[in-house]
């Protein structure tokens, strides 16, 4: 019996004894990087282990939270949501944060993972509770915004930072997804009739800006052709006139110079000539002089001696005294009338 008791002894001590020897293991603590434990001495908050070597008191020291201090991506499970238009979606999203206060994060909230995820919910079901289905899809950002700024009130509480919201899908019923794709079949058709529509209204205006730019060109072109064949004509009758005149003046220096008018009488003694040898060779009607052979009366019927002739410089020329006649011409020619 004594023995009994003995063996009995000896396993509880050992029993203790490594019970001991694990107390003293444990309080030796090797925190990883990124992380951070919470340590309680005699059920009391004493100190937060930051990465490193640590030893604590056995039996008295205690790690009771192990908190990440990495952002965590939360996911919030797909949950019903009423818009305001009474259409029912579903709705799911992810939460990314992290610790920043390991103590308000062990203390302040018994499970902040469960709770920013119910918080997050909550606030979702808010926000598109008072938006119309359409406007849902549009206001993604809105919403995700909403969340942050409802959970960043909780931070300091909590013991942790919210950097964003996501949503990942808005699932409708089948039957408002057949009456949006009908809708949005409807909206395209629209928009094609109006683009289609838009295009001709602006084919027709460019055709008439075409037309117009056309005769508006027509006109331009017209009215520089006339005006330039009017130039040319006005040139024209100036190049005329000054040959003329040049010619005059030209005759009339010839006439002045000795000898000048015997040319001029001698001139038109071959244009009287050719004149008389033309008349016989159509069907005409002539009254010719009774002699043809009397020149010198013809010519002095003509009074040459009578013109005034100015020569290039003004003075009078055509008397043989250089005196100015008195501006009475000599009779036609006899018989130079003819009748058809």
């Known amino acids: ?85 009474n259409v029912r979606v579903r709705v799911d999203g992810v939460i990314y944060l992290s610790v920043g206060n390991p103590e308000n994060a062990s203390y302040g909230v018994t499970n902040y993972r469960r709770a920013a995820i119910q918080l997050a919910q909550t606030t979702t079901r808010s926000v598109i509770g008072r938006m119309e289905l359409d406007t849902t899809f549009q206001e993604r950002a809105l919403i995700s915004r909403s969340v942050v700024d409802v959970l960043s009130e909780v931070e300091e509480a909590w013991g942790i930072k919210v950097h964003r919201y996501e949503i990942k899908n808005i699932d409708t019923p089948r039957t408002v997804q057949k009456a949006m794709e009908r809708q949005m079949t409807a909206e395209r058709e629209r928009r094609a009739v109006v683009a289609r529509s838009e295009g001709e209204q602006r084919s027709s205006v460019n055709d008439a800006e075409g037309v117009k730019q056309e005769v508006i060109n027509q006109s331009e072109g017209e009215m520089q052709r006339r005006v330039n064949e009017a130039e040319g004509r006005a040139k024209e009758i100036e190049a005329i006139a000054e040959a003329t005149a040049q010619a005059i003046e030209e005759v009339a220096r010839a006439v002045s110079a000795p000898g000048g008018e015997e040319a001029v009488k001698l001139r038109l003694a071959e244009q009287y000539l050719n004149t008389i040898a033309k008349l016989g060779k159509q069907n005409n009607e002539v009254l010719l002089p009774a002699d043809l052979t009397r020149y010198d009366s013809v010519i002095g019927g003509l009074a040459l001696d009578d013109f005034t002739l100015h020569t290039g410089d003004g003075a009078p020329a055509g008397a043989p005294d250089g005196s100015q006649g008195d501006g009475s011409q000599g009779d036609p020619l006899p018989g130079s009338s003819s009748n058809a």
């Open 1 to 85: 019996m004594i023995e009994l008791l003995n063996e009995i002894s000896m396993g509880v001590f050992g029993l203790i004894a490594v019970y001991a020897i694990y107390k003293f293991i444990r309080a030796i603590r090797i925190v990883p990087q990124q992380s951070a434990y919470v340590v309680e001495r005699l059920g009391r908050y004493t100190k937060t282990l930051q990465p490193g070597f640590h030893t604590l008191i056995p039996f008295v020291d205690a790690v009771v939270y192990k908190q990440d201090l990495r952002e965590q991506a939360i996911p919030v499970e797909p949950q019903d949501c009423f818009t305001m238009d």
